[in-house]
T-cell receptor
């Protein structure tokens, strides 16, 4: 069955330190991979996606993610965290074999950046 | 950029009444919209796929008679929670894809959500 795992419910990072939010997936073939961020009482905002090509993808607000096919991972990273990065982060996958726009979602990771 | 407007942002209603939530794609057309429910423990639950001009496709366990979805145009989908009860209190979010731009590698664009409280 297709699935997305975000193994950490919460990640705590000191401001200025690098951050990583983990995501692994189980989807057949070459999936489309997405990261979204959600601020309190708001909808989700698209951060970045991997479709094909360079394994390192750069997105909004200085975030990047690295696609690792052998480890079936798509971890979200940022070199230097800001307090304003504190939010809920979702990893999502779409199977290109499915002719629809539906996404398979991870459970979300709460990122807390401490000053 | 693609904007999805969701209204209202919050609503409080009495048990037994119905509540309608609107989701509009402001600058693009969306044949398909998705309705999610988000629980306090973070996770997003897909409730249904709203299809323009046809019936919505509901996920298993979602009562179609309770959560009525209408997608009458390419820019508007509505979710009506009928005879709402306190257990329906939740955060409801809609989303849509800019289908004509990137195909199936397009990201979804989300409304800002609706906080429903049923008293």
């Amino acid at each position: 069955a297709q699935s997305v795992a975000q193994p950490e419910d919460q990640v705590n990072v000191a401001e200025g330190n690098p951050l990583t939010v983990k995501c692994t997936y189980s989807v057949s073939g070459n999936p489309y991979l997405f990261w979204y961020v959600q601020y309190p009482n708001r909808g989700l905002q698209f951060l970045l996606k991997y479709i094909t090509g360079d394994n390192l993808v750069k997105g909004s607000y200085g975030f990047e993610a690295e696609f690792n096919k052998s480890q079936t991972s798509f971890h979200l990273k940022k070199p230097s965290a800001l307090v304003s990065d504190s939010a809920l982060y979702f990893c999502a996958v779409r199977d290109p074999g499915d002719s629809n726009y539906q996404l398979i979602w991870g459970a979300g990771t709460k990122l807390i950046i401490k000053p | 950029g693609a904007v999805v407007s969701q209204h209202p942002s919050w609503v409080i209603c009495k048990s037994g009444t119905s509540v309608k939530i609107e989701c509009r794609s402001l600058d693009f057309q969306a044949t398909t919209m998705f309705w999610y429910r988000q629980f306090p423990k973070q996770s997003l639950m897909l409730m249904a796929t709203s299809n323009e001009g046809s019936k919505a496709t509901y996920e298993q366990g979602v009562e179609k008679d309770k959560f009525l979805i209408n997608h009458a145009s390419l820019t508007l989908s509505t979710l009506t929670v009928t005879s709402a009860h306190p257990e329906d209190s939740s955060f409801y979010i809609c989303s849509a894809a800019q289908e004509r731009l990137g195909g199936y590698n397009s990201p979804l664009h989300f409304g800002n959500g609706t906080r429903l409280t049923v008293t």
